[in-house]
């Protein structure tokens, strides 16, 4: 017998997630409060004419972008920075490197994108020696970082020793936003 379809498996609204649990990892949020702000995006997207496709298809960069902008930053105290804009040929260690120190700020979240074996928006909690702690609407807890390239999947580690097999999930520089929490 087959399994039966979850919440989210056809539907392509991790980003909206990825967003509303942002909020709430750094300000706390009530579920009435959770599910008002997960409304605001939705209007958010359906004011660029284009709701029923991003249920489906999901969030470009520029819907997230866009989102906080007008509903993440401007409805809470949250501040975002985008440290990699423009750089997607970061250094692997370089850029988990950024992110760990970062994470050891009080009020602070990563979102990113991550592709490869999963095509998601996604937060990063905190990352240790060998695993990226994640806080995700997916149930995905933590990737593996030796399952991680920088990029669009190629092993883009300077390592003089290559290999073919491509890594499972690729780590997108230009698809993070670095969150926080204003004091």
């Known amino acids: 017998m087959n399994k039966p379809f979850q919440q989210g498996h056809l539907d392509g609204l991790c980003g ?38 991003h249920c489906v298809a999901g969030l470009s960069i520029h819907d997230m972008t866009l989102i906080l902008k007008r509903v993440i930053c401007n409805g809470y105290p949250i501040v975002r920075s985008k440290p990699f804009h423009r750089r997607p040929l970061v250094d692997e260690h370089l850029f ?31 990352i240790t020696p ?12 933590y990737l593996l970082t030796r399952s991680c ?25 230009t698809h993070t936003y670095f969150l926080q929490r204003r004091t």
């Open 96 to 126: 988990l490197q950024t992110i760990t120190e970062f994470l050891e700020h009080p009020h602070t979240v990563v979102l990113t994108s991550i592709g490869g074996l999963h095509d998601h928006w996604t937060l990063f909690s905190r």
């Open 149 to 173: 390239s920088c990029g669009s999947g190629n092993n883009s580690s300077s390592s003089s020793i290559k290999t073919d097999k491509p890594k499972r999930h690729h780590l997108l520089p």
């Open 16 to 53: 909206v997630y990825a967003l509303v649990n942002a909020v709430h990892l750094l300000c706390g949020l009530t579920h009435e409060q959770a599910q008002a702000l997960f409304l605001a995006c939705l209007s958010t997207l359906d004011q660029r004419g284009s709701l029923a496709r």
């Open 130 to 141: 060998h695993t990226i702690q994640l806080y995700d609407s997916g149930g995905l807890n």
